[in-house]
């Protein structure tokens, strides 16, 4: 297995070696230093922390200097801790997208849009209470009821209502690896991904 760091920068389509025409994702991925190798006897877990975007040394705090000093890393935007990369790297290494192939399977997490309080509708994919016949002006989008009669009297938990709605962590599975270009440390990806453009994702290896 095989995990890195990695910015989406958009989708486009592209034609494979047997003429489909397949949307993809694009993702910059790397290089990602290895920061840090936590073991359980220093730090009770296994571990190994990448790093990820190469940033002036001004807009790091300075606990993080100090971390990144220590290990003789340049200060990078972002640390994230993989599990499946213990025993496969070590301190000083780096991590590129040489180590995908075509054809890989592989999993990707990331930060969904933020899309702000949404109605049923939009959150649930509810059909509306109705049409706006016999006067009524506002029941197209309407919930409808959400509560019993006089027992038990109270709106049950997880009732679907309106809320806020994205800006969560979501994970894909089996997504496939469709090209890597280690010049420019690419990747594409089959399919679309969790993520507005220039967000982070993390991508590891089935």
């Keep these: 297995m095989s995990a890195i760091l990695g910015r989406k920068l958009g989708m486009t389509s592209i034609y494979t070696v047997d003429g ?35 940033i002036p040394e001004r807009k790091v705090n300075r606990p993080k ?11 990078v935007r972002t640390l994230k801790e ?9 301190s000083g290494d780096i991590v590129t997208v040489d ?32 049409m706006t016949s016999h006067g009524q002006s506002d029941r197209p989008r309407a919930p409808g009821s ?21 800006g969560t962590r979501i994970t894909v599975r089996n997504l496939v690896v469709l090209q890597v270009v280690p010049d420019e440390n690419l990747i594409l990806i089959k399919g679309s991904i969790p993520g507005a453009m220039n967000s982070m994702v993390e991508i590891v290896k089935l």
Excluded at 29 to 48: F, H, L
């Design 20 to 54: 489909a025409f397949v949307p993809c994702t694009v993702i910059e991925a790397g290089p990602c230093p290895v920061v840090q190798v936590k073991t359980e006897e220093i730090d009770g877990y296994s571990a190994v922390q990448l790093g990820f975007e190469v």
């Design 99 to 130: 180590a995908f192939t075509v054809g890989d399977k592989i999993k990707v997490s990331a930060t969904s849009k933020g899309k702000g309080f949404q109605g049923v509708v939009r959150r649930h994919h509810f059909a509306g209470v109705g």
């Design 65 to 75: 200097a100090g971390h990144l000093a220590k290990h003789g890393v340049e200060p």
């Design 82 to 90: 993989f599990k499946e990369l213990v025993d496969k790297v070590k």
């Design 146 to 166: 959400i509560g019993s009669s006089s027992y038990p009297s109270r709106v049950f938990k997880g009732m679907r209502m309106g809320g806020r709605m994205g």
